[in-house]
């Protein structure tokens, strides 16, 4: 049998399906290197995304590591929390709708890049996993300062200090 050329609503959902491959919202990645200085993650996601064919066969890729990727900590007023981050915790990758980069570095005011929502606009928020590896020691109501092997300090200055 002959086959079928693809029809255009084929083409054109195969179009917009390939595109839509570029365009990118949120990810997990592991942590491979932490610039505790500049505060800068180099990442590599963690899920494979599928690609389909015109023929109809998927196929898994790799997304390459992103490199310099600015992490996120919570900061405001004068106030900040930062983490010691290492190799092979995990961060939620957010995109940008546009590049940040002229921006990080003091400069632009406004979209200056025509692509949108790649993985150069990525920033990286800590504290992500899976399920099976919860917060020991978190708490239904107090606010919780510790570390996973357990609070810093003593009994007694963990429950003062730590827990506010």
């Not at 995304?49 to 990727?69: N, P």
């Not at 900040?80 to 940008?96: E, T, Y």
């Not at 920033?123 to 919780?144: F, Q, T």
Request: charged share 20%; proline share 6%; aromatic share 6%.
């Amino acid at each position: 049998t002959m086959i079928q050329p693809p029809t255009l609503v084929e083409l054109l959902k195969q179009a917009i399906e390939t595109r839509l491959l570029d365009v990118h919202t949120a990810l997990i990645a592991k942590v491979e290197s932490y610039d505790a200085q500049k505060q800068q993650v180099n990442v590599s996601p963690v899920l494979k995304r599928r690609i389909k064919s015109l023929d109809g066969q998927w196929a898994s890729e790799q997304l390459a590591m992103l490199c310099d990727v600015p992490v996120l900590f919570p900061r405001a007023g004068g106030y900040f929390i930062s983490f010691p981050i290492q190799s092979g915790d995990f961060v939620q990758l957010i995109f940008n709708e546009s590049s940040i980069d002229e921006w990080l570095l003091g400069g632009a005011s406004s979209l200056n890049s025509p692509d949108r929502f790649t993985l150069q606009g990525a920033v990286a928020i800590p504290g992500v996993s899976p399920e099976s590896k919860p917060i020991n020691g978190a708490h239904e109501k107090n606010l919780v300062a510790g570390k996973e092997e357990g609070l810093q300090g003593s009994s007694a200055q963990a429950q003062g200090l730590a827990r506010l």
